[in-house]
């Protein structure tokens, strides 16, 4: 953690927030509405993580990652999970070529910058498993030989939350992979009219802004923006409120709760506020960063137990407590001194 120097200059931060604002612009020319689905996969691909997108058919959930993924540049392939997947069909496996009379390494689709798995609850727990460790160690092992993935590479996987027949649901802990689930709505009304006016006739397509190469130079600006200690100290006590939420000023949780998040919900929130701050054009955190991505970095992270799941309880409502309850940070700019100060 970052408590006192910033090491990114005000001007930097805003050409790379005028660069990532127009990123976001050329998505919103094709995707109407659903402005908080785009902010955060922009967020998380900039905090270099995974991302989960859950909703109905028809919210352009893949239409908003192939869009995303053509302002952005860089390679990118949709994989369409079904329940007959195996993992070589997307890892890549051996073929024996009689020509050459030996095996040959043929590499699987997720060699692409970004992968958009689609519907990934209706393959197996192998085809799941497969996926989650190229996600994690970002490489593919076949034949004794290691293939690293290439730079940047981001997984959005969708799912549909509607249908239980010929569906593995994700674990919990396997969940616990992704930096952020984003839950994608209907749209408002007159959304749906501009959708209707927009998409009928001759739909919009939208211009590359960036590469591969300025993507990583934008990650590498967010791993940069400051955090005060102040800011740390707040992201920690959130997450430990999940899992001790009698001593945070939550004791009713404490039998709704069964499972806290894990301590990549808070490696998940310093990234995920890091990459939003430097969206927002600037170069330190606030507490306000940190509180607009907890649900989606936290939510999913938390497993409620059997009779709160009975009762309907949303993990989201959860943390939407946590944030009312556990007091943020009072952090000011001392010009005077050129560093962060805390009340």
């Known amino acids: 953690m970052r408590g006192e120097n910033m090491t990114i ?15 976001l612009t050329e998505v919103k020319h094709v995707i109407v509405g659903q402005e908080h689905m785009v902010e955060r996969m922009l967020v998380a691909l900039v905090a270099r993580g995974h991302c989960l997108l859950e909703g109905v058919p028809g919210v352009a ?29 997307i890892v890549g496996t051996r073929i024996y070529k009689p020509s050459s009379e030996q095996f040959d390494i043929e590499l699987g689709p997720v060699f692409a910058n ?48 509607i249908e239980s027949e ?56 967010a791993e940069q923006v400051s955090v005060h200690q102040l800011i740390a100290d707040y992201i920690v006590r959130l997450v430990l409120a999940t899992r001790r939420p009698a001593e945070y000023g939550v004791p009713e949780f404490t039998q709704l709760i069964e499972i806290g998040a894990s301590p990549r919900a808070t490696l998940g929130l310093v990234t995920s ?13 606030l507490p306000e960063d940190v509180r607009d991505v907890a649900r989606d970095v936290m939510a999913h992270r938390i497993v409620l137990t059997f009779d709160a799941l009975a009762d309907g309880v949303d993990p989201a409502h959860v943390v ?24």
């Open 114 to 161: 970004f992968v958009l798995a689609d519907e990934v609850n209706r393959a197996p727990a192998k085809v799941q498993s497969a996926l989650l460790e190229v996600m994690a160690e970002k490489q593919v092992s076949l034949a004794g030989r290691t293939h690293r993935l290439p730079k940047p590479f981001v997984v959005v996987a969708t799912q549909n939350p």
């Open 273 to 285: 506020a890091r990459a939003l701050a430097l969206v927002r054009g600037r170069d330190f955190v």
């Open 320 to 343: 939407d407590r946590i944030l009312a309850v556990v007091p943020p940070p009072r952090v000011v700019w001392r010009q005077a001194y050129g560093h962060w100060g805390g009340r």
């Open 166 to 221: 010929g569906v593995y649901p994700l674990p919990e802990a396997q969940r616990d992979r992704f930096l952020m689930k984003i839950n994608v709505v209907y749209p408002e009304a007159h959304e749906e009219l501009q959708i209707l006016q927009r998409m009928s006739v001759d739909p919009p397509s939208p211009q590359r802004v960036l590469d591969p190469d300025k993507l990583v130079s934008l990650q590498r600006a």
């Open 9 to 23: 200059t005000a001007r930097d931060t805003g050409s790379e927030a005028a660069l990532l604002q127009q990123a």
């Open 61 to 89: 959930k893949s239409l908003a990652v192939g869009t995303l993924a053509t302002v952005v540049g860089g390679s990118f392939v949709r994989i369409q999970f079904t329940p007959d997947l195996v993992p070589s069909d």
